[in-house]
C-alpha cells in the first residue's frame, strides 16, 4: 500500500511540474502570443478653420494614413478626431469627457475654465495668434467711428472672442450696447452666412476672423475698418486666437503622453511656416473633405499671411480678454485666471530643443 501511495503521490507531482512548464512556455516562448495590449487614445476636437491649421492638416494626414503626431507619439497610440462648429461645443465635449483635447479660441476656454471653477482646463499650449479685423460694407456709409451709431455689425456667436472684442470696442468708444439692440446692434451669426448677409444688405458691418475676411474683400469689396491687432500694442500686435486645452483629467492620467504630444505639436507648427505650401496644400484637402468645399487658392494664400501659427499662447492677451468678457457683461465677476495654464510640458519639450521658454 505504502508502495502504491508513493507511486500516486509521484505521478501527481510529475503533472504538477508539467503544468507549471507549459504556463512558462507560453509567457517566454517567443512562439506563443500573448494577449494584446489595448492601445492608448488621444481624442482631439477642432474647428475647419484656417485658425486651427495645425489641427487640419494632422487631421488629413491622419486619414491619408501618414499622421504626423501618430508616426511620433507611437504604434501603441490611436489618435481620435472630432470636428466642431463652435467654441461651446468643444469645451462642453472636453468639460464632459468626449475628448481630451481641443483647439479652441480664448473665450469658450475661459467660459469652461470658470464654469468648472477651475478644476476642469488648462491650456497647455498657443496654436495661432491674429487674423481677427473689423469689416465695413462698400455702401455702408461707415468712414469714422461715429458713423457706426445705428448700424448692424455681426459677429461669429454671441460671446465667442470676435463678439466679445466687438462689443469691448464699441462701448469703448462710447456706445450703449446690450444683448438685443442699444446705439448699435450686434448680431451673432455664423461666418458662413456673413456673405449673404451684406450681399443682402442685412448687415453693415462684421467683426471676424480668416478666411472670412479675405473672403469678404474678394467677394463684395468690403473693407477693413479695424485690423485687431492695432488694439494689441502691449504685446507687439500679438493676440491669440488660437489654443490648446487640455482636460485635467487627460493631463494628469497621461501627462507623459500629452508631453509627447505637445512636443509634436511644436514640431508641426515648425513645419508649417518652413514649408507653407505642402502645409496648405495638406490643410486644403482636409478643408473639403471636412465641408465639401475647399478654399479659393488666392484666399487661402492671403488668410495665411495674416495668420501666425504659433504654439507660444501669448498669455497676457487673455487677461485682457477675459477682463473685456466682464466689462461687458458676459461674466458675472472678474475672472481668476491664475489656473488655467499649465506650460510645464511645453516648456519642458522648449527646453530640450534649446529654445527659450514661454510664461
Sequence with gaps: MLKYRRMRIYRRLRMVVGFLSVISMCVVMPGLSAAPIPKRIIRIGHFPNITHAQAVIAHGMSRQ????????????VNIEWYVYKAGPSAMEALLTGVIDLAFVGPNP?????????????????????????????????????????????????????????MRSWLRAKGFAVTVAGGDV???????ADLLTLFQGKQIDAA????????????KIGAKIYLQESALWKDTGGRYVTTQLVSSVRFLESDADLLGKFVAAHIELTDWTKRDPRSAKKYFNAEIEYETGRAMPVAILDKAWER????????????ARSAKS??????????????????????????????RGEVR
Design 65 to 76: 494614413g501618414d499622421g504626423w503626431f501618430e508616426r511620433r507619439l507611437g504604434p501603441d
Design 109 to 165: 476656454a475661459i467660459n469652461a475654465h470658470l464654469r468648472s471653477g477651475g478644476k476642469e482646463v488648462r491650456i497647455v499650449a498657443g496654436a495661432c495668434s491674429g487674423g481677427a479685423a473689423l469689416l465695413v460694407g462698400r455702401d455702408a456709409g461707415i468712414v469714422t467711428d461715429l458713423d457706426f451709431k445705428g448700424k448692424r455689425v455681426a459677429t461669429p456667436q454671441l460671446g465667442n472672442t470676435q463678439d466679445v472684442a
Design 185 to 191: 446692434t450686434v448680431l451673432p451669426t455664423s461666418n
Design 207 to 218: 467683426w471676424t476672423v480668416e478666411p472670412w475676411v479675405s473672403l469678404l474683400e474678394s
Design 307 to 318: 495668420i501666425e501659427l504659433t504654439y507660444d499662447p501669448v498669455s497676457a492677451s487673455l
Design 325 to 354: 468678457a466682464y466689462e461687458i457683461g458676459f461674466l458675472k465677476r472678474a475672472a481668476d485666471l491664475s489656473r488655467i495654464y499649465e506650460f510645464g510640458l511645453l516648456n519642458a519639450a522648449l527646453r530640450s530643443q534649446g
